[in-house]
C-alpha cells in the first residue's frame, strides 16, 4: 500500500464501487469527477442502462452520468475489471432476514467476488450498514481466505454512508463522512481517499466504531420518532395538535431538535439498522428495550393510520369492508421514488385484507410490492379518487400540498380525509382526520 497515497494525491488511483444502487450510483459520480471509477454490479438490465447514460437514481440526472460514463466511468457486471482498482468500496443492500435477524448475504458475496480478484496493493471499504464488528468479523475472514494478509498486503476500512436521497441541500461532496480502518494506517488511508473528493471527513478510532456511528445515527432517528409518535396519539385523544407544539417547541435555540408523527417509517436504513444493532446486543447478553419498543411503537402507526380510516368512514355510515379507499403516496417519503419499507405497503395490506377495494396513487413511484401483490399508481390523482369513499395521504409530497382538495373532493363518493402528514386540507364539509391532530383533526 505504500503507493496508494501518492495515488491519490496525483489522482492516478483507480476506484472502483460494488452495487450501484441508491448509495453506490451518486458515490460513484463523485468519484468520477476526479479519479477514474469502475462501477460493479450483478443486475444485469442496470449495467446496460448506465452503459446507454440512462440512470435510475433519481439523485443522479442522465446528464450527470453522460458527463463521466464510457469515460472517467465504466460500469461493468464482469468482476475481473476490479483487479484494475486501487481502492474497492462495497454498497450492497444490508436488508433483513424473515426472523428479523440481519441479512449480510449481499456484504458475503461482494467480499467474495474481491476475494477473486485480490490483489497485494488494494484497499477495501465497506460503505453498506450493518452492525459493529461486520468489518473485521465477516469482510476481514473472507478476505484473508485468499492468503492475503490484512494491514500488510491489502487495507481495509469501514466509512458509513449518510446519503439522504432526495435532499437538494447535502451532496456527497458536502455530507461530512466518518472513516475507521482497522488500524491507524488503514484510518489514515481511507481518510486521504475520501478528503480527496468530499468537504469534511472525521476520523475515529476504528471501524466498529465507524459502524456504530451510523447505527447510533438511525436509532437516533428511530427513537425520537417512535418519542413524537407516542406524544401524538396522546395528544390526538387530549385535543392538541401535536405539530402546534413541536413547531413551537423549536423556538427554543438549544436543547430541541423536531421530529414530526406519522404513519411509520420507510426507506432501507431506519427501519432496518435497530434490528441490526438489536441483533448485536444480544450476543453481548443486552436486550436493548428502548430501541425496540421504538420499533413497535412506530409500527403500530400504520394501524393507527387504518384505525383513523375506519372511524372516517363510520361518520358517513360507512366500515372499511366494501369501500373504495385511495392511498396516496407509495414512496417511504417526499419527492423520491423509494418504496422500500414504505407504510403503505402495511397500509395496503391492511385495507384490503379488511375487505377495501384499493387505489393508489403517486407521482414518483409507479408500482409498489405488497404480500398481497404488486399495485400500479393510476395515471392521474383524478382516477385514483374517482368514486372513493376514503382518502388517505401517506406520504408529504409537495405536490399533495398543492392540491385543491376542494374540487377534488367533488370526485369522491364521501369526502373522508386521512392526513398522516399534516397536510392539512380544509374543505368544508369533508371528514378530516389527522395523524396527531387535537380531537382527530375533526372539522
Ligand atoms: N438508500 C439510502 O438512503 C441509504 C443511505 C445510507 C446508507 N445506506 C446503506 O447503503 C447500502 C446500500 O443501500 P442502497 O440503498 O444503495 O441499496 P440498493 O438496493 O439501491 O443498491 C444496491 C445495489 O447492489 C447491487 N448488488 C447486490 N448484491 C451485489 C453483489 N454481490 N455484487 C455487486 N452488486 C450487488 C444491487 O444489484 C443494487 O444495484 C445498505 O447497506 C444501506 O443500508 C442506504
Known amino acids: 500500500m505504500k503507493n496508494i497515497r501518492e495515488k491519490i494525491r496525483n489522482k492516478t488511483a483507480c476506484v472502483g464501487v460494488i452495487g450501484l444502487g441508491y448509495v453506490g450510483l451518486p458515490l460513484s459520480m463523485a468519484f468520477s469527477k476526479h479519479f477514474n471509477t469502475i462501477g460493479y454490479d450483478v443486475y444485469e438490465q442496470c449495467i446496460t442502462n448506465l452503459k446507454s447514460g440512462k440512470s435510475h437514481i433519481l439523485d443522479v440526472t442522465d446528464l ?31 436488508p433483513l432476514t424473515e426472523q428479523l435477524e440481519p441479512d449480510l448475504s449481499y456484504i458475503k458475496s461482494a467480499s467474495k467476488t474481491i476475494a477473486s480478484v485480490l490483489r497485494k496493493g488494494q484497499f477495501i471499504i465497506l460503505e453498506s450498514t450493518t452492525y459493529p464488528g461486520t ?57 486521504a481517499l475520501y478528503e480527496s473528493i468530499i468537504d469534511k471527513v472525521i476520523k475515529v478510532n476504528d471501524a466498529k466504531t465507524a459502524e456504530a456511528v451510523k447505527i447510533v445515527e438511525n436509532i437516533f432517528r428511530n427513537v425520537n420518532i417512535a418519542l413524537v409518535n407516542e406524544l401524538a396519539l396522546i395528544f390526538e385523544k387530549m385535543g392538541i395538535d401535536t405539530w402546534e407544539v413541536i413547531n413551537a417547541a423549536s423556538s427554543k435555540p438549544y436543547g430541541f431538535m423536531p421530529f414530526y408523527p406519522g404513519p411509520g417509517i420507510g426507506g432501507h436504513c431506519i427501519p432496518l439498522d435497530p434490528f441490526y444493532m438489536s441483533y448485536r446486543a444480544k450476543k453481548f447478553g443486552f436486550i436493548p428495550r428502548f430501541i425496540e419498543t421504538s420499533g413497535e411503537i412506530n409500527d403500530f402507526m400504520k394501524i393507527h393510520a387504518i384505525n383513523l380510516i375506519e372511524k372516517g368512514l363510520l361518520k358517513v355510515n360507512k366500515r372499511i369492508y366494501g369501500s373504495q379507499v385511495a392511498v396516496m403516496g407509495l414512496a417511504y417519503k417526499k419527492n423520491i421514488d423509494d418504496t422500500r419499507e414504505s407504510p403503505s405497503v402495511k397500509i395496503i395490506e391492511e385495507l384490503v385484507n379488511l375487505g377495501a377495494d384499493v387505489k393508489v ?35 408529504d409530497h409537495n405536490s399533495f400540498r398543492e392540491l385543491n382538495m376542494k374540487e377534488l373532493c367533488k370526485l369522491m363518493n364521501y369526502p373522508v380525509i386521512i392526513d398522516c402528514k399534516n397536510l392539512n386540507f380544509c374543505v368544508e364539509n369533508a371528514i378530516h382526520l389527522g395523524i396527531g391532530k387535537g380531537n382527530n383533526g375533526m372539522q
Do not use: H, M
Not at 466511468?73 to 468482476?79: A, L, Q, V
Not at 487495507?155 to 441541500?169: M, T
Open 64 to 94: 450527470t452520468l453522460q458527463k463521466y460514463v464510457n469515460n472517467s466511468f465504466i460500469p461493468t457486471k464482469d468482476p475481473e475489471q476490479l483487479k484494475n482498482c486501487d481502492f474497492i468500496i462495497i454498497c450492497v443492500p444490508t
Open 135 to 191: 468489518t473485521e468479523e465477516v469482510v476481514l475472514p473472507i478476505l484473508e481466505g485468499t492468503g492475503l494478509k490484512a494491514t500488510v498486503d491489502f487495507g481495509l476500512a469501514y466509512s458509513p454512508e449518510r446519503i439522504d436521497p432526495g435532499n437538494k441541500q447535502y451532496s456527497v461532496e458536502t455530507t461530512p463522512k466518518v472513516v475507521g480502518g482497522i488500524n491507524d494506517e488503514c484510518t489514515e488511508i481511507a481518510f
Open 361 to 395: 396513487y403517486d407521482p414518483y413511484a409507479s408500482s409498489i410490492k405488497t404480500k398481497i401483490g404488486k399495485f400500479y399508481s393510476e395515471a392521474t390523482i383524478e382516477e385514483a379518487l374517482k368514486e372513493s369513499d376514503c382518502v388517505i395521504f401517506v406520504t
